[in-house]
């Protein structure tokens, strides 16, 4: 039997699964750690160790709070300097076999980048432990429609309709029309879209600035998207912005649904399903929980991984 490994490198979070396995989820920030005396901490499942070659990374949630840290929402998920690490450290056995890999879209020469840094063997550490891959080939499914597909499949959504699935994730905002029997008659991949820009929307507030100038402080998107993720709506330890959030929600939002509606309009008569997927649906679930036609699963960031592990 050929192994397959599922990974879903995204601006925020990513998520990999061996099949037969639960999906891990980490962070998508790491730090550089190897030329480096700062303490690093504690390894565990979601914030891992990685040392690649002799490169030693932090990865996750521990790397948020280093010095310097890069998160994949500010310099791009498919850089082989974030694939290699992410896709490496959610194996924690060792592995031969193809690589399932999602995309927002189909770019030969990313493609050709991913596939470059993952086919091989590799040697990788991770938590300590030692481990021993051989990536035969990487397959590339596009986010979103597979998504859309295992929900028609699954009975989630109205088979006499077509549906709009709308897929919002930490930069990247992917939207399709598709039929029942998975026609897709547009979509589209729209860049920094998604909790990064509602995260920007939030430190540009006149409330954030007037803390900015206030303390002499610097807000990181990064750091404010885990304050939006994590539902406290207060950056750090003290700068709450709660006051100033459900209207800019709802802007970033109604923004959102607007260019995609008038973008994708010649194609919406026949469309009876809304499917909201991607970890961003989550702030608009009590907004659209209640609307005919709307569908959020129960774990929206998972929909993807979850149909890629059901083929």
Known sequence: ??????????????????????????????????????????????????????????????????????????????????????????????????????????????????????????????????????????????????????????????????TLGIDIGGGTTNYVVMTPNGEVLTRRSIPKVGGVSLANDIINSDLIQNYARQDKCAFKVAKMMDAIADGSLIYGRKYDFSSVFPDLLENWFNGLMDGITTAANDYLADVTNIMLIGGCSNLVRHKLSSKTGFYIPVDPQLSNIQALLAM
């Open 1 to 162: 039997m050929i192994n397959i490994y599922c990974a879903d490198i995204g601006n925020y979070s990513s998520i990999t699964a061996l099949r037969g396995e639960k999906p891990k989820v980490m962070r998508s920030v790491l730090v550089d750690m190897t030329a480096t005396s700062a303490s690093r901490g504690i390894d565990s499942d979601d914030s891992p160790s990685v040392k690649l070659g002799n490169k030693f990374l932090v990865l996750g949630d521990r790397a948020v709070k280093q010095k310097n840290p890069q998160a994949a929402a500010e310099r791009g998920k498919q850089l082989p300097e974030f694939v290699k690490p992410f896709a490496l450290a959610g194996l924690r056995q060792d592995f031969e076999g193809t690589v399932r890999f999602l995309v927002p879209d189909r770019d030969r020469i990313e493609e050709e980048s991913i596939k470059s840094c993952l086919i091989d063997s590799h040697q990788v550490i991770v938590n300590s432990r030692n481990y021993q891959h051989r990536i035969k080939n990487v397959e590339f499914y596009l986010e979103t429609d597979v998504a859309v597909i295992h929900a028609y499949k699954t009975g989630k959504l109205d088979p006499e309709g077509d």
